[in-house]
């Protein structure tokens, strides 16, 4: 399944099942995306800018460059995630596990972690 550069402006996603799909350069701007799996998932690229993420299982995806500016991240599992590069400008991130993710270059201006695990990131 190839949904690179699909817009998607305001359409919630819950239940989504997308692991291990190819969605590079796609745009999740302004969503709410609830219970959403994109477990191994090709997200370069993508934007999930003033979105609200809940529950939704990121492990081992490719997130290079993705831009989450703004958006509201609760629950989401990043373990082992690719983020390099990634955007988290004012984002508010709770619950969150991050342990395993690679965030070299990963930009954080303004960000509030409340609850997140960060270890051996």
Known sequence: ???EYQETDHAPATDSGHAGADLRGGCFRNNIIVHANYRGADLRGCVFGNSVLQYVDFRGADLRGADFTGAFVKHVDFRGADLRGALFNNCLLSSVDLREACMQGLEDRGIIL???RLSRA
């Open 1 to 3: 399944m190839d949904y």
């Open 114 to 116: 409340i609850k997140s």
